[in-house]
């Protein structure tokens, strides 16, 4: 059974929770906010209405995951105090415990995500590394693990572009995920992943390395202005579709922007490339491209800002977005986050999209004091 110093440790911790957090000025704070949606013409501007909505829901949030975690920690406490009574069994209050704990992991881990574009939807974009057809089938098991890893936390996914391999799997996908803080947990996966197995696609069985690469930028919104200098931008069209037959669009509606960005602080110039196949609407593809676009223009604003803010902070763990972040070795049951040391023997479960434990580790590795 849990001791009297795990009892302590968990009202210690909700304690710091409910004092950190302020609770008791943000329940003041929804009272307020939700005054303003009583006025009568609240809902005659839509997008100003379901921010404040928004903005209300992510108060109670805090609100609510608090009283959990509060209660969780008496029902331990009762319990403890029973099990000498023997009116509770102690199995019944190690299964308290782990929920209590699990609650308050939760709560504190949501804490870590404290900027601003942490609570955006998020634009993921896989890219199959040189190696051809096994860096390609590593793609699609990335794309794979990552939709199911979306698919648990109930966040929605729209695929905005995919590049079939020549033979299996595929050359590059991008899709957005849609839901509280998508980006503030997936920013964690920005960077190059590594495969070591015995590959299928070797007639000698050979061990094989392959590589992908992973890139998350944070989905922004009309809120947000970004400048997109029309001189520096141009578009292609070119038909979409799937592999042949009557999948393929026999009207270019796929769009291609072309960006020549040139970077305010350094002055480099490069070529940024946004595809768009998502619908068969040429006008609606053009949108969704040009809002993929401002979401990159706005996550290289945000890098500078953390470069800089890195340089400040001395000893700050800098964020390494190109490295190679995680190897995943099929035949030694073995996936390892080489950022954070953190590693598991589950490969399957890996695989089938639980990477909570990762994420977890890399947002506590980096938080800030």
């Not at 051809?132 to 698919?151: F, K, V």
């Not at 068969?280 to 945000?302: F, G, M, T, V």
């Amino acid at each position: 059974m849990i001791t009297q110093d795990q009892l302590k440790e968990i009202q210690t911790r909700k304690d710091a929770l409910k004092m950190y957090l302020d609770v008791d000025n943000k329940k003041i704070q929804v009272e307020e906010e939700e005054l303003r949606t009583h006025v009568p013409d609240f809902w005659l501007d839509q997008k100003a209405a379901e921010a404040q909505m928004k903005k209300i829901k992510q108060l109670k949030f805090w609100i609510e995951g608090c009283a959990e975690v509060e209660k969780a920690v008496e029902e331990v406490a009762t319990g403890f105090d029973f099990v000498k009574e023997g009116l509770v069994e102690e199995e019944e209050v190690d299964a308290l415990y782990a929920t209590a704990l699990d609650l308050i992991e939760k709560l504190e881990l949501r804490n870590m995500l404290r900027h601003e574009e942490d609570k955006m939807d998020a634009i993921l974009k896989i890219n199959s590394g040189a190696g051809g057809t096994e860096s390609q089938d590593w793609a699609s098991m990335l794309m794979r693990m990552y939709l199911r890893w979306c698919e648990r936390h109930g966040y929605k996914t729209s695929i905005t572009h995919l590049v079939e391999g020549d033979e299996a799997g595929i050359k590059s996908v991008s899709f957005s995920v849609t839901g509280d803080f998508a980006y503030g947990y997936l920013k964690s996966e920005n960077g190059v992943h590594r495969l070591v197995r015995v590959s299928p696609y070797n007639a000698q069985g050979k061990r094989m390395t392959s590589f992908a690469s992973v890139f998350v930028t944070p989905l922004i919104d009309d809120t947000i202005e970004i400048v997109i200098e029309p001189a520096r931008l141009s578009w292609d069209t070119f038909r979409s579709g799937g592999a042949g037959g009557q999948n393929v669009n026999k009207v270019e509606s796929g769009v291609r922007a072309r960006y020549q960005y040139k970077d305010p602080y350094t002055g480099e110039e490069e070529e940024i490339l946004v595809e768009n196949t998502e619908t068969r609407d040429q006008p609606k593809n053009r949108e969704n491209a040009l809002r993929n676009l401002k979401s990159i223009l706005y996550n290289k604003e945000l890098q500078h800002r953390r470069e800089e803010q890195a340089k400040i902070e001395a000893g700050k763990k800098k964020i390494e977005w190109g490295s190679q972040i995680r190897s995943y070795v099929f035949d030694d049951r073995r996936v390892k986050d080489h950022r954070t040391g953190h590693q598991t023997s589950d490969v399957n479960g890996v695989m089938d999209g639980d990477i909570d434990a990762f994420i977890k580790a890399y947002l506590m590795d980096n938080s800030e004091e």
